[in-house]
């Protein structure tokens, strides 16, 4: 199997993004002022409060930890359930199976092509405000370059995590055809068990226990801890193989499922 | 080269009620009811044949060629495809196919037409070579060049569907399937379609199947016609066979000067034959008959001894009235 065809849709998807630029401007505001948004919330809640540290988190902490959630949700975010419900609501789908390719694969390389347009365009400036606020430093975090190294390997497994869970989740729309409705369930929950709201660490013991075990925490919250130096050496790589675990297993799922909804497809329309 | 016997789809459809109470009993308790689409059906295609499949909207066409190409699962029987069962092996088959559906585009909508162009190059890995002679083959025969560096949403219908014929034809495929690919176009793009489809047939041995409501592309294209009523191939044969059968009807419409009456000698005259029926709405009149029967010359003799005729015009039944007679009788004798 050669994999040129599917560079090709990661490049078409690319160059999709660049025709819209004038969206991509917006998209890039709307982000900086959701950062900015937390930011001050945080600020006004350390101030409200007596102690300098929730959670083991001071606001230095939680701003960085804003910041770096930011830039890994950036870099992980795959959207398989746009183009699927896209896919499958307008029967779109068809054009695609009549072509030789895996549309797995497919999908999958569109949205790596999307994904990668948006990193060119966030990556440098939220590189440049991460250095120049220096809060690496303020929270007393050393970045060596295995740190780096290890946050790579973790994010992409995270990429592959994030990909599978929605791939999963998308196929769903075949049982209930409710798509707007699984959208927004979806969106909410990936994002509160994966620590996008507050960190895991501010639920109680029990609860913040379980989800470190969920593969939602493996998508965004573990490379970010790792990058923040959170997780001790021997913790580090048994979270890396749960997390290579949740890819073997999702990946398998998202395979299962999918040859399930194959066969049981009806193509809408025409 | 395609062989389908004894093919069914069924789909299962859940009923929902109306309003708020019906869709939250549907939620729980879904009505369930079976539709057969197609219905054993069997047919054998040869190579280098090119097909017409027709029949009335919601007949299963489309439901076929959805099985032929392996997008959907039959129920039921088998189909070959160049030996492959398409369902089953879907990536091979779709490398020796390729398929229009008029109602949607494989061309992607926001990419200049080019870079779909080249996309599809490397999803059937087209030569350097093969690529330039085809695009310039696609150019002669359906002027690409007038807009293939623009983005595809704005390309009209009829460039549209020139660019997606072209686009299923780039990897020179031995099986070609036309899903209403003149829908909505104007006489002049639906010749340069037929055209290009022709000369394909021609160059290539290309087996076409094609599905349409334009009786001008089955009588442009097609020498065997498949005629398909609620899931089941009703006619499968020869289409100048089926034009002389229920052909044989011709429609004489005349305006006279003077009311025309009904009168037992004009029956008489040509009563020995009961394939004649006679509307008239005063001065108006239309009279279908049996050319067998019935000679034009002593129909038109005997009206202008009788009226004075004002005007007079003979017309052949085409074969959308033949397929529409044959839809309302479900059965053929030819």
């Not at chain 2, 009620?17 to 689409?37: E, R, S, W, Y």
Request: with cysteine; aromatic share 12%; proline share 2%.
């Amino acid at each position: 199997m050669t994999l040129r065809p599917y560079f090709a849709f990661f490049k078409a998807y690319f160059l999709v993004y660049l025709a819209y630029r004038v969206q991509v401007v917006l998209w890039f505001f709307t982000n900086a002022l959701e950062i900015a948004f937390a930011m001050l919330l945080w600020a006004a809640i350390y101030a409200s409060s007596s102690a300098t540290s929730l959670y083991g988190f001071t606001l230095v902490d939680m701003l960085l930890y804003q910041l770096l959630m930011t830039l890994t949700f950036s870099l992980t975010d795959m959207n398989p359930i746009d183009s699927l419900l896209d896919d499958f609501n307008d029967g779109k789908i068809a054009m695609s199976l009549i072509k030789p390719v895996n549309y797995e694969l497919q999908i999958f390389f569109q949205n790596l092509g999307a994904n990668a347009f948006r990193n060119v365009v966030l990556l440098l400036p939220m590189l440049a405000i991460i250095i120049g606020s220096q809060l690496l430093s303020k929270a007393g975090v050393i970045i060596s370059l295995m740190t780096i190294l290890v946050f790579i390997v973790s994010v992409i497994m995270g990429l592959l995590i994030n990909y599978f869970v929605k791939f999963i989740f998308s196929n769903l729309i075949f049982y209930t055809e409710a798509s707007f409705g699984l959208w927004q369930l979806q969106a909410i929950v990936i994002s509160l068990l994966a620590g996008g709201i507050v960190p895991l660490h501010f639920f109680p013991e029990v609860i913040g226990n379980i989800l470190r075990l969920l593969p939602f925490a493996y998508i965004q919250y573990i490379p970010v801890m790792t990058l923040m130096g959170r997780i001790g050496a021997n913790e580090l790589s048994l979270a890396l193989w749960i997390q290579l675990g949740w890819v073997i297993i999702l990946g398998f799922s998202a395979n299962l499922v999918w040859r399930h909804s194959i066969k049981n497809m009806k193509v809408n329309g025409g | 080269m395609i062989q389908v016997s004894h093919v069914s789809k069924d789909f299962i459809k859940y009923e929902k009620g109306k309003g708020l109470k019906g869709l939250i009993q549907g939620f729980f308790n879904a009505k369930k009811t079976v539709h057969h689409a197609v219905s054993d059906i069997s047919f054998e295609i040869q190579k280098g044949e090119m097909v017409g499949y027709i029949g009335a909207n919601g007949a299963g066409k489309s439901t076929t060629i959805k099985m032929l190409t392996g997008i959907l699962t039959p129920t039921g029987g088998e189909i070959r495809v160049n030996g492959i069962v398409p369902h089953q092996d879907r990536k091979s088959n779709a490398k020796t196919i390729g398929v229009v559906f008029g109602q949607r585009t494989q061309l992607w909508w926001d990419l200049p037409l080019v870079e779909s162009f080249s996309v599809l190059k490397e999803i059937y890995q087209v030569s350097d070579q093969d690529f330039d002679e085809r695009m310039a083959f696609f150019n002669e025969v359906l002027h690409l060049n007038e807009f293939i560096s623009s983005p595809v949403r704005t390309l009209s219908l009829g460039q549209r569907m020139r660019a997606d014929i072209a686009a299923s034809l780039l990897h020179n495929p031995q099986v070609l399937y036309l899903d209403e690919p003149t829908i909505g176009l104007d006489v002049q793009a639906k010749q340069a379609m037929r055209l290009a489809i022709k000369k394909m047939n021609e160059t290539f041995k290309t087996t076409v199947i094609l599905t349409t409501h334009d009786m001008d592309d089955i009588e442009d294209l097609c020498s065997r016609i498949m005629i398909l009523d609620h899931g089941k191939i009703i006619y499968d044969g020869n289409l100048q066979k089926i034009k002389d059968t229920y052909g044989v009807m011709k429609t004489l419409t005349l305006t006279l000067s003077s009311p025309f009456e009904h009168n037992d000698e004009f029956i008489t005259s040509f009563s020995s034959d009961h394939d004649i029926t006679i509307e008239s709405n005063l001065t108006q009149v239309c009279i279908k008959f049996n050319k067998q029967h019935t000679k034009v010359s002593q129909l038109t003799a005997w009206m202008m001894h009788h009226y004075e005729v004002l005007d007079m015009s003979i017309a052949d039944t085409d074969i959308e009235d033949i397929v529409a007679s044959i839809y309302e009788a479900k059965v053929v004798n030819v």
